[in-house]
C-alpha cells in the first residue's frame, strides 16, 4: 500500500541532504546576480581566518539595493536549510554582513567598498597572511 502524499512528501523532506559549502556559494551567487548586485567577487579564506571558508563580496547602488540584496539572499538561505541567518547594517544602507556560516557575504555601497577595500585585505596568499601575524 503506497504512503498517503504528505507522508511521502515529508520522508522526501527528511532524506534531502543540506547542501555544500560549493553549493551554498553558488546559490548566492546566483542570487546576487540575478538581483544585479555589481562587482561580485568570491575569496578563498582557507587558511587565512578560522571564521570562514569564503568571503563574498559585493556591491549595490542604494541603500535600498543592499537590502534588498541581503534579503533575497536570506531567504535562499533559508530554502536551503538555515535555520537562522543573521545579518547587520541593513537600517544604516552603508555596508550589510549575512553570516551565512562558513560564508560570509559583504554587500557595499561603491564609495564605502572601496573606502574599506576589504577584497585587498583578504586577497593575501596564505603564506603572507601567516608572516604578518
Do not use: C
Not at 553549493?23 to 551567487?29: A, D, G, M
Not at 568570491?42 to 570562514?52: N, Q
Not at 536549510?81 to 560564508?103: H, M, S
Amino acid at each position: 500500500m503506497p504512503l498517503p502524499e504528505r507522508r511521502t512528501a515529508i520522508a522526501t523532506k527528511l532524506l534531502v541532504k543540506k547542501p555544500t559549502g560549493s553549493q551554498i556559494e553558488r546559490l548566492i551567487l546566483k542570487s546576487l546576480d540575478s538581483h544585479k548586485a555589481e562587482n561580485v567577487v568570491s575569496i578563498d579564506l582557507t587558511g587565512k581566518s578560522d571564521m570562514a571558508d569564503r568571503m563574498i563580496v559585493a556591491s549595490g547602488t542604494s541603500q535600498r539595493h543592499l537590502a534588498s540584496l541581503a534579503e533575497h539572499i536570506v531567504e535562499v538561505l533559508k530554502h536551503a536549510g538555515f535555520d537562522r541567518v543573521p545579518v547587520e547594517g541593513k537600517d544604516t544602507g552603508d555596508w550589510v554582513l549575512v553570516d551565512a556560516g562558513d560564508i560570509i557575504i559583504h554587500i557595499f555601497r561603491p564609495e564605502i567598498r572601496h573606502y574599506y577595500n576589504i577584497e585587498k585585505m583578504w586577497s593575501v596568499p596564505a603564506a603572507q597572511a601567516e608572516v604578518a601575524q
